[in-house]
């Protein structure tokens, strides 16, 4: 199975701009579709982002749409997710995710993704 990191979180002015990595291990990235979500404290854990494992379609959820830009390097195990124009209701804890690449349906689902890292947390400040 695969064994997933983020990084790249942290604090920023609103406005500003971070890019999220997901590092793979254990297996390669490129046999899974990868996803984002992120949870915001008191709210439930909501979907961000997704894209298939070969990278030819990705998904995004309303709010950042137009904002975050997903993509992957197979060669190098990573999954990144660059958010540009950061509201501070953005801020959250942000979570990378897996699914084996065929098996999903519903990329927006967090139940499609067995595999998950620890989360990197992102603050945007007003």
């Known amino acids: 199975q695969v064994q997933l990191v983020e990084s790249g979180g942290g604090l920023v002015q609103a406005g500003g701009s971070l890019r999220l990595s997901c590092a793979a291990s254990?297996?390669?990235?490129?046999?899974?579709?990868g996803g984002w979500f992120r949870q915001a404290p008191g709210k439930q854990r909501e979907f961000v982002a997704a894209?298939?494992?070969?990278?030819?379609?990705?998904y995004y959820a309303d709010s950042v749409k137009g904002r975050f830009t997903v993509s992957r390097d197979n060669a190098k195990n990573t999954v990144y997710l660059q958010m540009n124009s950061l509201k501070p209701e953005d801020t959250a804890l942000y979570y990378c995710?897996?699914?084996?690449?065929?098996?999903?349906?519903?990329?927006?689902?967090?139940?499609?993704?067995?595999?998950w890292g620890q989360g990197t947390q992102v603050t945007v400040s007003s």
């Open positions: 995710a897996a699914a084996p690449r065929y098996s999903t349906v519903s990329y927006q689902y967090q139940g499609e993704y067995p595999y």
């Open positions: 254990g297996r390669a990235y490129s046999v899974y579709d």
């Open positions: 894209i298939t494992w070969s990278g030819t379609n990705t």
